[in-house]
């Protein structure tokens, strides 16, 4: 079992930057590929980006490529995600998941979530 905890959300103007956390609990974080996904209002749940367990190798969404960076800790049960450059667009609920094999951007893989922390960009 793996228990979620994303921190860091909040109001930011656009061109700003926020810096995601998702903490993690039990003592095999470091086997599971990390996903951020992210839903708009009246849309679906969209990948962003994931990171292999070792932290390797990583994969993002178009709309977030050159602004976005995924990273984790695995000392620290930590996964974090750095938004640069955010947008209006870019304003959704964001979540962190645990995939026990690797990354994926299907979110139907994933077996543990959290529950989402708000980020919204203002223009």
């Known amino acids: 079992q793996v228990q979620l905890v994303e921190s860091g959300g909040g109001l930011v103007q656009a061109g700003g930057s926020l810096r995601l956390s998702c903490a993690a609990s039990?003592?095999?974080?470091?086997?599971?590929?990390m996903g951020w996904f992210r839903q708009a209002p009246g849309k679906e749940r969209e990948f962003v980006t994931g990171?292999?367990?070792?932290?390797?190798?990583?994969n993002y969404a178009d709309s977030v490529k050159g602004r976005f960076t995924i990273s984790r800790d695995n000392a620290k049960n930590t996964a974090y995600l750095q938004m640069n450059s955010l947008k209006p667009a870019d304003t959704a609920i964001y979540y962190c998941?645990?995939?026990?094999?690797?990354?994926?951007?299907?979110?139907?893989?994933?077996?543990?979530w959290g529950q989402g922390t708000q980020v919204t960009v203002s223009s």
């Open positions: 998941a645990a995939n026990k094999f690797n990354w994926s951007p299907d979110k139907q893989l994933y077996t543990y």
């Open positions: 039990g003592r095999t974080f470091s086997s599971y590929g």
């Open positions: 990171i292999s367990p070792g932290g390797s190798l990583t």
